[in-house]
């Protein structure tokens, strides 16, 4: 595989900043599934409709979505320690407001909060490991990534254990987790090589139109995390409407993140061996499948559990893709995980409103829809950045 930057004289990570990253993405993993964990538990609290409550989730991600853009405007300007530093406190923020809320505006606004840190976080440790590690990056994305699967899997499992009446608890106990890694940050290169310091790669110069790439991979990030959100937020929910109880409800739910966590560590060594495209179109593929045996409910916990194990290399992978295909290109990476964000944002209301016309036992096929659209636009990106035939 090709290195998809150009290598860094000093690391832009100690050994105890890698391992602080790695807390970080668990973090932000966390965050994101505790909403839908704790969804029952507000929608009684404050009176909501499916899509009113969904509406957490989308400010999460609306805010996510303005912390990626200003990371990207800042990056390499001003130092990264201070970037993720003001991030994990801003994330810390949201989420005390988000448990201490009167009511439903102010939660809403201390989710927009959470949000904006978690979109810095996000954004800050793709793009400085993308730059950190050489040929290994792909690798290494896919582990950073992975962490974000075991904090998606701690937090709904915390909900389940305490109850969901006490999400309030399980938030400000987050927030507090958030602190002690400011002070590894010191192992974090302020001056990281960034990804226009490279030279484009062939794939670029050859490329009929660098825009409509990254088009495709927008309409791939988008398709995608709304995929990813609408499992993790309406899993439970549709696993009680068919049938199963809460407690297995909520385990299959910590399942779900569990295999999108071991897919991302089983897919690392793979990277080695197959191309990005190739294993992004084979997770595609995969997900659609496992999504259409959600619908039927003996299937559906262990379906669930097989679209995590799938979707797991889509956004590390994608992003190394991306990085092959259009190096020189300065702010692609930013923009697609903008783009990512921009998925949750909708997924929430438009898969809560659907579902309030459908039923929520329509969701796997819904799903499974959106899922078919991103094997699609996988087989396009593929024809996009495909060598000529006469290249070198």
């Not at 791939?220 to 439970?236: D, K, N, Q, S, T």
């Not at 593929?285 to 039927?296: D, E």
């Not at 194990?309 to 020189?328: D, K, M, R």
């Not at 997924?347 to 036992?361: D, M, N, T």
Request: aromatic share 8%; glycine share 12%.
């Amino acid at each position: 595989m090709a290195s998809t930057t150009a290598p860094s004289r000093a690391p832009v990570f100690s050994p105890a900043a890698v391992v602080a990253s790695c807390v970080g993405s668990m973090l932000i993993g966390a965050l994101q599934a505790l909403y839908g964990a704790a969804v029952p538990a507000f929608r009684e609290e404050f009176g909501l409709s499916p899509s009113g409550a969904g509406l957490a989730l989308s400010a999460h991600f609306i805010g996510g979505v303005a912390g990626v853009l200003l990371f990207d405007r800042l990056f390499g300007r001003i130092g990264n320690r201070r970037i993720l530093g003001t991030s994990y406190l801003l994330m810390a923020a949201g989420a005390v407001g988000f448990a201490l809320a009167p009511n439903w505006p102010a939660a809403l606004a201390s989710a927009l909060l959470a949000g904006f840190g978690f979109g810095g976080i996000a954004c800050g440790l793709n793009q400085l490991f993308a730059v950190g590690f050489g040929p290994r990056s792909t690798a290494m994305l896919n582990i950073l990534n992975a962490q974000f699967g075991v904090g998606a899997v701690l937090g709904p499992a915390l909900i389940g254990a305490v109850g969901a009446a006490r999400y309030p608890a399980v938030f400000l106990g987050f927030a507090l987790v958030n602190l002690p890694l400011l002070l590894c940050l010191r192992g974090v290169q302020d001056r990281a090589p960034q990804p226009s310091d490279t030279a484009p790669g062939p794939q670029v110069a050859r490329s009929r139109s660098l825009a409509s790439v990254l088009v495709l991979f927008v309409v791939l990030y988008v398709l995608h995390v709304g995929i990813e959100a609408g499992v993790g937020g309406w899993e439970p929910t549709h696993l009680e409407t068919v049938g199963y109880g809460a407690g297995v409800a909520a385990t299959a739910t910590s399942v779900y993140w569990l295999m999108m966590t071991a897919g991302r560590f089983l897919v690392a060594p793979l990277t080695l061996r197959f191309s990005a495209q190739t294993i992004v179109t084979v997770s595609c593929a995969g997900m659609t499948v496992c999504l259409l045996l959600a619908s039927v409910e003996e299937l559906a916990p262990y379906a669930y559990a097989g679209v995590g194990l799938f979707i797991a290399p889509v956004f590390p992978t994608g992003l190394s893709w991306l990085h092959q295909a259009a190096p020189g290109a300065r702010r692609t990476g930013a923009v697609v995980i903008a783009a990512s964000m921009v998925g949750g944002v909708a997924a929430g209301p438009a898969l809560g409103k659907v579902i309030e016309w459908s039923g929520v036992r329509a969701v796997p096929l819904l799903l499974s829809g959106v899922s078919a659209l991103c094997l699609a636009t996988t087989f396009r990106l593929a024809r996009s950045t495909r060598k000529p035939p006469n290249s070198r």
